[in-house]
Structure formats: C-alpha cells, structure tokens
C-alpha cells in the first residue's frame, strides 16, 4: 500500500486568492481558445483589473513558473489551474431539495464541466420521489443515509425552503455527508469538521438592489 | 409633480452588513411563521452566530427600533427588512443565454420571490429563439435594444459562455442597461456608472473543494 496522498497536499490558501484563481482560469481558458502561446501577469492585470504583483503571487501556489519577459505559457496555465482548482476531479454529490432552484442545479452542466457530478436528488414531496430530473433520479429523503452508506458520496447541496434548511443540515451530518453546499439564504450550523459553503444568490441580489439605488441617488442628487 | 424618491434614500451600506441582512429576514420569516411576537439581537446572535452588538448595529440601519429587554417585534422586522432589501418591489429584468444555467434562472420562483421578475430571454441560438422558458419568451439577442427602448428594462442577466460574456456586457450598455448581473466567471469590465454584481457559484464549489481537502489532509495528518 502507498502512503502517497491521492492529492497534492497544499496550505489553506488565502480565500482572496482562491475566488481570483477562477477568474483567471477564465481568462486563460479564452486565450487557450484563441490558440495564445503566452500571457504575463501584466497582460492578465490590465484585463482583470487586478494588481500584476498580486497576480505573480496568487499564481506562485501553482506549480508553475512564469518565464521573465514572455510570461506564462497558456495551455501549462490553463491545466495546472483547472487541476489546483479541484475542477479536473469528479467529486460525487447528493442534492437535497429539487424544487425550482434544486433542479436547476441538477440541469446545470456548468457544475459538471467544474468537477461536481450530482447523482441523486432527495426530496419529501410524494409527488416528485421516483421521478428524474434530466438523467438523475429522485429518491425519497429518508433513503438518503442507506444511500450515501452503499456510495460514499460526501458533498451534499442544500436546495429546500430555509426553514427546513437547519434540519436538513443535521440529518446529512448524522448521514456521514462531510462536505454541505447551502444554497438557501438560512445561516446554518454544523460541527467544525464538515466543510461547509454557503452561496446565496438573494444576497447578491441584494447588494445589486442597493447599488443600484445609491447610483440612482447620486447621479440625482449630482449638481450639474 | 411631485419630487419625493420613490424609494428611501439611504447612504451606502457597508457591504458586510448588507450580507448580514438576509440571513436576519430568513430567520426572522421562520419566527414569523411560527408566529413568534418578539426577538431579541442575542437570540439573534446565538442562532446566526453573530455578535449581538453587530446585529443591533446592522439593525440600526433600519427604520425600526428595538424594546429594551424584549427585542424587536417579529412581524414588522419582518416587512421592514423585506422593503429595505428591495425584495418588495418588482424589479424586471433580462437574461441573455438561455442555456443550461440561464433556462434554470429563469425558472426559479425564488428570483421572484425576492422581486426580481425576468420578462424576457435572449439567445443566439435560432433553435432557441421564439420559444419558451416556463411562461417567459425568448428572443433573438439582436432585438434586445429595441426591447430595451420599448420596456424600460434596465436589470440583465449574463448567463452566456464566459468567452462571450465582455462582448455581451458592452451590447448590454450600448442598449442603455443600467444593472448586470453576471454569472459568468468571467471577470466583465463595465463603466463606472454601470451596477455591476459578480454571482460565480463555480468559485464558490473551488472554495469548497479546497477546504475540503485541506480539511481532509489536516485529519489524516492529525497524531493519533
């Protein structure tokens, strides 16, 4: 038996670096398109609008060096970043919760082209247990522990009403899920070791709401 | 004529407690629907895991005040968090891409729950263009600055390729859009008076992949 870990093992990054890293996987994913060679941290900086130091220093975790003058090489950068990102690995997810917002995620093929492969939904709605979204079935939230023993899958994403958004939290920690991914505005808690990600889209949508009426306010409120 | 706003105008919030708020309307809609009468900023605070004095804080930014030793009445914290997040008010909107994760917006009820109502999708994909997503139409991209002229609309969704995504933006501001949302993990570059809000649930699942992993290797590097 090898004592080799099946990942690299790395320091927890900086979370800055880590919501950057993306972008710039994007990026380079459209030059890698346009058959580019190269691309240096300059070029990168004035088309992220991120500093170029930052860019050289967020890129230094990678595995990968920049050459002085001509930069980094595009396709190298391209893989070692989809790879560092976790996205290159298929990582097996449960969904709980396949209302309107559940099954859009489980129709999203973006979440598969980033690495997440959800296999089964859960749901208590009699009406939706045994049915499909797409190819992925539903089954009923009570089989979730029996399923989750006979799969291993670890990650589970949290689609419900949030007011069942802490219950259904406890039950997946109880069901040996070790990895939750919260997409309800609800700020659930759960023991420190199980990972867990909170995306709340109203949030965003929040924020846009106020920016949008300060910017309004101002330009009104703008002498001419 | 009258020349009262027609919302409240209101300095810009810090954004953390702009993030904070959500989470107060979700617990505070669980209470209410439970018909609990008052909360207080500790019961707050020991649920969300917030300091009470940053939630009597945040709080404060609201046109409401709390009673000593017994909180805030349930109800109207309720409806005063609603109105002053902008969920009350409907806010139309476009989405441009209509593809996996743009049909799965456009069909999410909670988007209008939270007062923003897609009245229209745009793709360039002429299979696409004059169906239907649920009850919202869509339309060919070219027409989307005449539509723009004859609805009003200012808010739009970016939910195409992230290749495409600056390209779109520009069109988006040309066609006299005042708002983007984009989903794309491609960071878009808009003018100053642009709103523009990031939503990358891809940089969210690399966020989760990382601790995952880093949460992984602390405990198989943990002695025994």
Do not use: C
Request: aromatic share 8%; proline share 5%.
């Amino acid at each position: 038996m090898s004592d080799k870990p099946r990942h690299i093992t790395r320091d927890v990054l900086p979370e800055p670096t880590l919501r950057r890293l993306p972008w710039y996987l994007a990026y380079v994913k459209m030059l890698d398109s346009k058959h580019e060679d190269y691309v240096s941290s300059t070029q990168i900086a004035k088309r992220l609008n991120v500093d170029a130091s930052q860019i050289a220093k967020d890129l230094s975790f990678l595995n990968i060096k920049g050459k002085t003058r001509i930069g980094y090489e595009v396709h190298p950068l391209k893989k070692e970043l989809t790879e560092f990102l976790g996205f290159k690995h298929r990582h097996n997810a449960f969904l709980v919760g396949t209302g309107s917002l559940g099954s859009a995620l489980m129709q999203d093929l973006g979440l598969m082209q980033y690495g997440l492969n959800i296999v089964a939904g859960f749901d208590i709605n009699p009406e939706i247990v045994g049915k499909n979204v797409g190819d992925i079935p539903i089954y009923d939230i009570k089989e979730l522990a029996a399923r989750q023993r006979s799969s291993g899958v670890s990650i589970a994403i949290i689609a419900v009403p949030f007011e069942n958004a802490q219950e259904v939290a406890d039950y997946l920690v109880e069901s040996n899920i070790k990895a939750i991914w919260n997409f309800t505005p609800y700020r659930i808690k759960v023991p420190r070791n199980i990972v867990l990600q909170n995306t709340s889209i109203y949030s965003d949508l929040a924020i846009m709401y106020n920016r949008m009426e300060s910017s309004w306010n101002n330009i009104k409120n703008t002498p001419k």
